[in-house]
Antibody, heavy 121, light 110 residues
Framework: QVQLVQSGAEVKKPGASVKVSCKAS????????IHWVRQAPGQGLEWMGI????????SYAQKFQGRVSMTRDTSTSTVYLELSSLRSEDTAVYYC??????????????WGQGTLVTVSS | QSALTQPRSVSGSPGQSVTISCTGT?????????VSWYQQHPGKAPKLMTY???KRPSGVPDRFSGSKSGNTASLTISGLQAADEADYYC??????????FGGGTKLTVL
């Protein structure tokens, strides 16, 4: 069965970086794009960016340009999200989700369980 | 990329119908037939309810239907059930390989 399993919760100080992983299983890793979506406490969903695991190409939301990096390791079917220069407003649950490249508008059909990142001094 | 505009809350009684709106611009909702809707229960990951404006994934009841007119998309839930009480989010393609979500709507089943 399709699974996206994310790494565990993180606590970071302001100014630090965090790297969250998303390990895919149950399907061919390179057949689906992986997106990252975050949700601050009590707030809505916010799209951060997309990674094409085939060639590693990425596209990021303008808000995160320069502070975000998405990478992948095809040998372990894992995608990584790295966010730098953390501030308190980055405290959120970070989700990975997959979409089929050919599907209209890239609907997310499977999601990871979420990773809580807390930024606090 | 500004978030799409949704009402903060809607409510309805069991068996009734409710409609949640999602307003964007000609650069996102109005420019593409690529709007999807997600249901999220507290503490859970979102679940896809409709996509490409009107399509439904297998397993989603036909009580959930999507539509779009101009820059506004809508999700209609008919025959409301207690289990439908959740937060709902719209999401649209916004060009240049980017997506944008709505601010979310809390549905209360009275």
């Amino acid at each position: 069965q399709v699974q996206l399993v994310q790494s565990g919760a993180e606590v970071k100080k302001p100014g630090a970086s965090v790297k969250v992983s998303c390990k895919a299983s149950g399907y061919t890793f390179t057949d689906y794009y992986i997106h990252w979506v975050r949700q601050a406490p009590g707030q809505g969903l916010e799209w951060m960016g997309i990674m094409n695991p085939t060639g590693g190409r990425t596209s990021y939301a303008q808000k995160f340009q320069g502070r975000v990096s998405m990478t992948r390791d095809t040998s372990t079917s894992t995608v990584y999200l790295e966010l730098s220069s953390l501030r308190s407003e980055d405290t959120a649950v970070y989700y990975c989700a997959r979409t089929q490249p050919s599907s209209s508008g890239w609907p997310f059909d499977y999601w990871g369980q979420g990773t809580l990142v807390t930024v606090s001094s | 990329q500004s978030a799409l505009t949704q009402p903060r809350s809607v409510s309805g009684s069991p068996g009734q119908s409710v409609t949640i709106s999602c307003t964007g611009t000609s650069s996102d909702v109005g420019g593409y037939t690529y709007v999807s809707w997600y249901q999220q229960h507290p503490g859970k990951a979102p679940k896809l309810m409709t996509y490409a404006v009107t399509k439904r994934p297998s397993g989603v009841p036909d009580r959930f239907s999507g539509s779009k007119s101009g820059n506004t998309a809508s999700l209609t839930i008919s025959g409301l059930q207690a289990a439908d009480e959740a937060d709902y989010y719209c999401c649209s393609y916004a060009g240049s390989n980017t997506l944008v979500f709505g601010g979310g709507t809390k549905l209360t089943v009275l």
